[in-house]
């Protein structure tokens, strides 16, 4: 089993929908967990940390479920410009070597 | 500007070459990383430094090396011996939030091709 797994995608979604990305990891000593975006052929960048109580920023709000090792990205009201990779980063907490990057989930948001 | 840069953009290596790849932080992170990434697939550790004069093998070392003489630079080499080169090399350095929690973050990339 891969540390990170997240949905395979991609999705496709019209503007405006709302759309929903799991992500799983294996490790249960993890102790911290993002959101990257990463564009086609551009580096990630962080979106958001998310936090045991979940957080939102905007359309964007994550959760987190340490029990069932389950971390979620809901996008609301979606855009062109959401169109992009979303990476799930969980920190083991090892030192030096603890950011595990999972696969990514391709989003494109058709007009 | 505080950031993460990466160069060249493009590199373009021959059969036997071997061939380096420059990152500066001016961050004042302590940590650095190099990844690489295929198409459609994850980031995967190449090495890491948590201080200067320090660095460890990350899950894909065979046929890179990187030095850290300065905690602003990290630089990678991609030696002769790696036989499938071809990828998008991306650095990172991390920072400690005041609440603890690390942060990564990454310079442009580098997209290296062989000839």
């Known amino acids: 089993r891969k540390e990170v797994e997240q949905d395979p995608g991609p999705f496709n979604v019209p503007e405006g929908a709302t759309v929903a990305f799991n992500c799983t990891y294996s490790n249960s000593a993890s102790q911290s967990f993002f959101w990257y975006r990463q564009d086609c052929r551009k580096e990630p960048k962080l979106l958001m940390s998310v936090y045991s109580s979940g957080n939102e920023d905007g359309r964007f709000t994550a959760q987190l479920n340490r029990a069932s090792q389950y971390i979620s990205l809901l996008i609301r009201d979606s855009k062109l410009s959401d169109s992009a990779t979303y990476l799930c980063?969980?920190?083991?907490?090892?030192?030096?070597?603890?950011?595990?990057f999972g696969p990514g989930t391709r989003l494109s948001v058709l007009p | 500007d505080g950031g993460i840069t990466q160069s060249p953009k493009y590199l373009f290596r021959k059969e036997g070459q071997n061939v380096t790849l420059s990152c500066e932080q001016n961050l004042n992170h302590d940590a650095m990383y190099w990844y690489r990434q295929d198409p459609g697939q994850g980031l995967r550790l190449i090495y890491y430094s948590q201080i200067v004069n320090d660095f460890q093998k990350g899950d894909i070392a065979e046929g890179y090396s990187v030095s850290r003489e300065k905690k602003e630079s990290f630089p990678l080499t991609v030696t002769s011996a790696q036989k499938n080169p071809t990828a998008f090399y991306l650095c990172?350095?991390?920072?400690?939030?005041?609440?603890?929690?690390?942060?990564?973050?990454f310079g442009p990339g580098t997209r290296l091709l062989v000839l």
């Open positions: 980063v969980v920190n083991k907490g090892d030192r030096g070597q603890n950011f595990v």
């Open positions: 990172a350095s991390k920072r400690y939030s005041s609440g603890g929690q690390e942060t990564q973050y």
